[in-house]
């Protein structure tokens, strides 16, 4: 390796380092001054809570079982959306992408329900539904389906031509035509879509356990904030961070893996 | 010796809601087995239209086009047309193997021994080193051979070239087309290669049909002879680049010029 690339590469792992550490010193000082605040009552620990309040809830909502009991819901219900989502964007947008004149009939529907802030429809699917964990779902499973949907059938749509053109000169037919070209290609876009989608789900599931739940990380911050119990808010708030940095980093780890 | 392909007063036209488009009229030519047959005009004139239509991705509002006497029935046909478009299009999620077997994998007919013959024909045509590569990694020239693999992979007796070398460098351009035109006549197979590329048509082709401008009807067909080809011991053609050396080019390229040019100036 010449001295210059030696050098080049010494310099991009100094930057590297310089940003990580700088990150975590921009954390640690977030988290001392909030201590220290609380501690020396510049602030009112009973309304701000404090990092150290906040770990000992942790500890004991840790001991209790209740922490991975309320994550636990939380996570399954945002899987199971977020699977359905996939499952059902995709689906859909290959059945459009087959007929367009059924993607004709259906787009302002479709834009219409995209465009509607889903959080409206939380009440009447409690009516319809009852107070249950379908009734979660469903609503997570709105929040991102119609634009999943859209995103998929946009991209199918933009297809080039021209492979589609190789196909059929070759021989093959519409259904070579999706195996072959349409679903490798869409590769890239489907998992994108993916990361979008799984926050999605999470704000879904989360409006959902707001309005009617027994349990999961909404239910806690709905609960803490009726019974004025600042630091489970916070707790149940930074263990919802780190769902969400979490599932965001499993798929961003799939992709790395496929592309 | 019977054609191997014929046209018969074709006539192609496009529909939209603003109207109709006549893109080809009154097409009739033939193509003996074995020929290099280029096809040149202005650009919109239907060239590729054209071949789309000798390949059977579209079908002719009026007239007839056979293939040894046989109406196309899909396009294709089987297998026996081969088609290669401007670009490679080469997958980027397959190997360029794996490109190269795309053929004979959509007709079912990828076989053991078709898989060992197509990778021969990789390495016989220097991209051997290469197969298990994605195409990202392959040069532009390289990229055009591959995608010539890809179309001879099924053995077509008619090949259909739309401006094969049209999106590659102008040095690497006249490389590719010396090869490319010596794979396809080593295979002895009968070619139609569309091109805007006047030099290029003189220097690869038996015989070059002009064009009028749209809607495109066949206004001259020139007949290419080089002394230099008879001369030589059986008849072989001279490499496309030693033909563009000799004195007749010029000749050629003069008087398809004024063809060209005639046609500008007195639009139909």
Known sequence: MS????????????????????????LILFLALWEISARLELIDSFIFSSPSLILSCLASMAMDGSLFYHTGVTVMETLLSFLLVVSISLGTALLLWSNRTLFEILEPFLVMLNSLPKSALAPILIV???????????????????????????????????????????????????????LPSSVPLIISNMKVNVGLCLVGVIIGEFLSSKAGLGYLIIYSSQVFQMTLMVTSISVLCLVSVILYQIIALLEKKIL | MPPKLALDRVKCSYHRPEGETVALTNISFTVSPGEFLAIIGPSGCGKSTLLSLICGLMTPDEGRILLDGAPIQSPGQQGRIGYMLQKDHLFEWRSVLS???????????????????????????????????????????????AALIRTLALKPELLLLDEPFSALDYQTRLSVCDDIRAIIRNAGKTA?????????????????????????????????????????????????????????????????????????????
């Open chain 1, 3 to 26: 001295n210059t690339q030696s050098k080049y590469l010494a310099r991009i792992s100094l930057h590297k380092k310089q940003v990580r550490l700088t990150r975590g010193l921009l």
């Open chain 1, 128 to 182: 319809w539904l009852g107070n249950r964990m379908r009734t979660i779902v469903t609503a997570a499973v709105s929040v991102a389906l119609f634009g999943a949907i859209l995103t998929l059938y946009t991209g199918f749509f933009h297809t080039d031509p021209d492979k589609i053109k190789l196909i059929y000169s070759l021989g093959g037919t519409k259904k070579d035509v999706l195996t072959k070209v349409l």
């Open chain 2, 99 to 145: 490109n190269a077997f795309l053929g004979p994998e959509l007709l079912h007919t990828l076989t053991p021994s078709a898989k060992k013959e197509i990778s021969d024909m990789l390495v016989t045509y220097g991209l051997g080193a290469f197969q298990h590569s994605k195409p990202s990694e392959l040069s532009g020239g390289m990229r055009q051979r």
């Open chain 2, 192 to 268: 139609v290669l569309v091109t805007h590329d006047l030099s290029e048509a003189i220097s690869i082709a038996d015989r070059i049909i002009v064009l009028t401008q749209r809607p495109g009807q066949v206004k001259t067909i020139v007949p290419i002879h080089f002394s230099a080809e008879s001369s030589s011991q059986s008849g072989q053609a001279v490499r496309p680049l030693e033909r563009r050396n000799l004195p007749e080019f010029s000749h050629y390229f003069n008087l398809l010029w004024k063809e060209l040019q005639s046609d500008e100036q007195h639009p139909e």
